[in-house]
Each structure stands twice: as structure tokens, then as C-alpha cells.
């Protein structure tokens, strides 16, 4: 099964720079917790932003760079969307992480959205596809702040296939 993880803000802002916008350590903690054990599937700017290979998951990179590698047994280098998408009928969790791309490509096929929702209007130069809300079930909504920024834990379950 796909699922995507992702952190947004109300203007589905995801990214600037090729960083995250915010800093919230629960989110981190979270999205720790979720992946560690499981596959993560991310186009090569994400991958590239990870301060290190993340331990305990495998990785898998999208490029369209047909040259790029890289020499690490957790990593897996493929060059199309086909190449991933046999994860949908896999029965283990595998989680879509990032970026813009990789997330507007995979949201059709995904049956989970773990979102961390940041309560900000903060700008930036990567997004999360705009999404109807109303196909899916809302299975957690957990509101919390970290100082100044305030944030909802949101895990939402596709209602139907579309």
C-alpha cells in the first residue's frame, strides 16, 4: 500500500530552498516513527536534502537522471514512475516522502495521508498538490503547537478509488 507523508501549510507549502520551512521536532519524531522499517520512495532533490541515508529504511530515489547513483545497499535508484509503482498491491506500508513532484505524481495511487498540517500562511517554492479533503475519511486530527508554531497531526484515509 502507498501512503504519503508529508508536512503543509495552509497555502500547501512544503518546501523552500529544498528545506523544510519549519522545524518541529514532533513532526520529526513522527515521521521517524512511521518510516523507520518501511520503504521510502523520494525524487532525487529530497534524497539529496536527508542529511544522511535515514537508518532502518530502504530508500527509493526517482530520477530522470539516467547517470545518477548511488553506492549505498539502502538505496535504490529507478528512473520511472512504473518502477515504483508495484508498491500499491504490496501489503506492507511503503511511504512516498517528498518532493513536489514525486507527491503530485503519486497522490492518485496513494490509500493514506499522514499530513502534519502547520497552521502558517508561510511562503516557499515547493508544494503539495491541491487535494478534495472530502474523499477522505479523517482518522486522526490531533491539533498541538511547538512555541510559536501550531500544528495539527492529520491522518487521512482514502473513501474510494477515483
Request: net charge positive; charged share 25%.
Amino acid at each position: 500500500m502507498l501512503s504519503i507523508i508529508a508536512a503543509i501549510n495552509e497555502n500547501y507549502v512544503i518546501g523552500k530552498d529544498n528545506k523544510l520551512p519549519w522545524h518541529i521536532s514532533e513532526d520529526l519524531k513522527r515521521f521517524k516513527k512511521l518510516t523507520t522499517g518501511k520503504t521510502i520512495i523520494m525524487g532525487r532533490k529530497t534524497f539529496e536534502s536527508l542529511p544522511s541515508v535515514l537508518p532502518n529504511r530502504k530508500h527509493i530515489v526517482i530520477t530522470n537522471n539516467i547517470n545518477y547513483n548511488y553506492d549505498n545497499d539502502n538505496v535504490e535508484v529507478v528512473h520511472r514512475i512504473n518502477d515504483v509503482l508495484k508498491y500499491k498491491n504490496c501489503e506492507d506500508e511503503v511511504f512516498i516522502i517528498g518532493g513536489g513532484k514525486v507527491y503530485a505524481e503519486f497522490l492518485p495511487y496513494c490509500e493514506k495521508l499522514y499530513l502534519t498540517k502547520v497552521h502558517s500562511n508561510q511562503g516557499g517554492d515547493t508544494f503539495f498538490p491541491k487535494f478534495d479533503i472530502n474523499n477522505y475519511e479523517i482518522i486522526e486530527n490531533e491539533k498541538n503547537d511547538s512555541g510559536n508554531i501550531k500544528y495539527s497531526f492529520l491522518t487521512l484515509k482514502l473513501k474510494y478509488h477515483i
